[in-house]
């Protein structure tokens, strides 16, 4: 276990801008750091605390200091997503993600209806074979099955409702397939919506699991099929994600590994999506970055201290 001086002497903290708002993110701030075997990233959520925050800490550190796992394949099909734009951008922003046959759509933004969810749903719909959608939770569980009959035939709804409870209710009472995201990154016991029967996909992400092999082992432990996504993470987190995904012996779906192409900046050259899919490479960041301020830098370095802290005191 690398010190917390070692990781702050050995990293940057960058401020990404945008190309579209993306859960309310204009500019996104990631802390990367350089290790033996690499580049690492930490990349919490503002609004995540500490405890929550560790993991993010851990799969940083798991990436610089012991590398990726040995894959199984050297593509990665992925999913172009669509944040809460109107259906008319649509086109312009599935452009970005050349040959993709999935593709993600946000729904349930706070200020729009569900009038502008089907709009845009149909309008990806007319573009691509495959939709699913994502609510972060942001429906109760009436709203979630009136939402879903309006939107229609998709590949599945991700995270229709914020608790577990609330999902498998949503399950039961609709056909369309059901995916939980933040209901096993965001959980003590990722395990609780197999034993709910609260889902038939898995959303896995590399930062809140604690790193590439922890995800491994979860995939491994849950009886559902697994899609590897991104926690809008730089080039540094997303090589963590395709690298997962890779070592995934299991993988039969799109995986949420494109959202590169959201940057209007990112920390090297974003993964590029060629007839759909992404190659897994190692990174190394430009000379140039956009660094933060030097008050979020000090920031970062305090969090990051704090969460080392809570890593190596188990």
């Not at 009472?173 to 995916?179: E, G, L, N, Q």
């Not at 699991?209 to 491994?216: D, I, K, S, T, V």
Request: hydrophobic fraction near 50%; aromatic fraction near 6%; include cysteine.
């Amino acid at each position: 276990m690398p010190t917390a001086d070692d990781l702050i002497a050995a990293s940057r903290v960058v401020a990404l801008p945008m190309r579209t708002a993306f859960r309310g993110i204009t500019v996104r701030e990631a802390m990367i750091f350089s290790g033996p075997a690499g580049w690492g990233e930490f990349a919490p959520f503002a609004e995540y605390d500490d405890a929550e925050s560790r993991v993010w800490l851990a799969a940083g550190i798991e990436a610089a200091y012991l590398g990726t796992p040995d894959p199984v394949r050297d593509v990665v099909d992925v999913n172009a997503t669509v944040p809460a734009v109107p259906a008319d951008d649509v086109a312009e922003i599935i452009g970005r993600y050349p040959g993709v046959r999935t593709v993600k759509v946000k729904v349930a933004e706070p200020g729009q209806s569900l009038a502008d969810d089907v709009d845009r749903v149909a309008a990806a719909r007319e573009l691509v074979p495959t939709v699913r959608i994502d609510a972060n939770g942001a429906w109760g569980v009436e709203e979630a099955i009136e939402a879903i009959a309006a939107i229609g035939d998709v590949e599945y709804v991700e995270q229709p409702c914020r608790t577990v409870d609330e999902l498998a209710q949503v399950r039961r009472a609709v056909t369309v397939p059901i995916a939980a995201d933040e209901s096993i990154r965001r959980s003590t016991d990722p395990m609780r919506v197999a034993r709910a029967d609260a889902a038939d996909i898995a959303v896995l992400k590399v930062a809140p699991l604690g790193g590439m092999r922890a995800l491994l082992k979860v995939a491994a432990r849950l009886p559902m099929d697994v899609v590897v996504s991104s926690a809008l993470d730089t080039a540094v987190g997303m090589s963590a994600g395709v690298a997962a995904a890779a070592a995934l012996p299991g993988l039969h779906r799109a995986c949420g590994l494109g959202t590169g192409a959201m940057f209007g900046r990112d920390v090297a050259a974003p993964f590029a999506v060629v007839d759909g899919r992404v190659e897994f490479r190692s990174i190394v960041p430009a000379n140039d970055l956009p660094l933060a301020s030097a008050e979020r830098t000090q920031w970062w370095h305090d969090r990051l201290r704090r969460c080392h802290s809570l890593l190596v005191g188990g």
